[in-house]
């Protein structure tokens, strides 16, 4: 049976506080009762709409990236040129970091948990909600290739480059609250659009 809406926007207020308590309290300390209080309802309740911590977990990395790519697609898609939708790619994962730090810090103190070996399931999970991210980055590079924009280079290896340049930011802020977030995108855009293009000599606007 379909869940209610009362159903659906419970469950959604309890991802959302979970996200929260994960990410302010590391994931050892954001407990189901922990996770009750804030939104509001018993243990129990949790149970009822996840059979225990590791479905809710699983939950809320599904719900981070989902709002990822809700946020982030379509203004990727309204690109007209690869390096525009590269570029646009990097500033609005940025953005998404600056905007909503929660979603950032409680995956990463999911994946640090998960070099438990209980925890490996959440790290495999975080990797399968990512892929469609790493998805986007590649075929966007593909694109660049195959219509002369970017020069040739592994397409494999240049989309893990660009992840792994932006998923560290989360860490940066919380180490530099102050983080710049604006002057950090426009470094890496300036940083890959240098690695991408075809001719890496010849000066081009980043204001795309």
Not at 106 to 118: K, L, Y
Not at 120 to 133: L, N, Q, S, Y
């Amino acid at each position: 049976m379909k869940p209610s809406f009362i159903e659906q926007a419970r469950r959604a207020q309890i991802i959302d506080c979970a996200t929260d308590a994960i990410a302010e309290l590391g994931y050892a300390q954001a407990s189901l009762a922990q996770i009750a209080a804030r939104a509001g309802v018993s243990t129990g309740v949790i149970l009822y709409y996840f059979a225990n911590k590791d479905e809710l977990i699983r939950a809320v990395i599904g719900h981070v990236f989902a709002k990822g790519a809700q946020v982030i697609q379509p203004v990727v898609n309204a690109r007209p040129t690869p390096r525009d939708a590269l570029l646009t790619f990097i500033r609005a994962s940025v953005a998404f970091f600056r905007d909503y730090p929660n979603y950032a810090r409680a995956v990463i103190n999911i994946h640090r948990a998960g070099s438990a070996p209980a925890l490996d399931p959440e790290a495999e999970i975080a990797v399968r909600a990512d892929e469609p991210r790493q998805s986007g980055f590649r075929a966007i590079l593909r694109w660049g290739q195959q219509t002369g924009a970017f020069r040739p280079f592994s397409v494999d290896v240049m989309a893990t480059s660009i992840v792994e340049a932006l998923d560290i930011i989360p860490r940066n802020h919380a180490a530099n609250p102050n983080l710049d977030f604006d002057a950090y995108a426009e470094e890496l855009v300036e940083l890959f659009d240098r690695a991408t293009r075809a001719d890496p000599t010849t000066p081009e606007s980043l204001q795309s």
